[in-house]
């Protein structure tokens, strides 16, 4: 037998579970929108730059932390948008939470690349290991 339904402020507890994660995507994405706008001018601004123009941006201390502020917001809105998306369209309940996981993982080894990266640059470190890249 299932438990009797519980209600808090007459609305069913379980209609209720999805309101932080709505809250954080619009917080996300609009924390997303001047970033965006931010991150469209880097490019306009960088287009064409040689490697030696780029590291110079990345050690100005405001566009490192910026650069690595819009990939660890874009990370988190990516992975609760994904999270969104399995949720409603994988069925069974195993594989939705593996895949959830999944998602999870690779927004946070990616969001931690890029930082490490990020902060390479920004310090004046090679941006790669010897042997990668050119």
């Not at 405001?62 to 069925?91: H, M, Q, R």
């Not at 195993?94 to 640059?121: K, P």
Request: net charge positive; glycine share 8%; proline share 4%.
């Amino acid at each position: 037998m299932s438990s009797p339904v519980k209600f808090k402020n007459h609305v069913k507890v379980s209609e209720r579970h999805g309101a932080s994660e709505w809250l954080s995507e619009r917080v996300l994405l609009l924390a997303l929108m001047p970033l965006g706008l931010w991150v469209l001018s880097t490019i306009h601004t960088l287009a064409g730059a040689d490697y030696s123009a780029v590291a110079a941006w990345f050690a100005n201390t405001l566009n490192a932390v910026l650069a690595g502020l819009t990939l660890v917001v874009f990370c988190g809105f990516a992975s609760l948008a994904w999270k969104v998306i399995l949720e409603d369209y994988v069925p069974q309940a195993g594989a939705r939470r593996a895949l959830v996981l999944l998602v999870n993982l690779i927004c946070l080894v990616l969001a931690a690349a890029g930082v490490f990266f990020i902060t390479r640059m920004a310090l004046g470190s090679a941006p790669l290991p010897a042997g990668f890249g050119a």
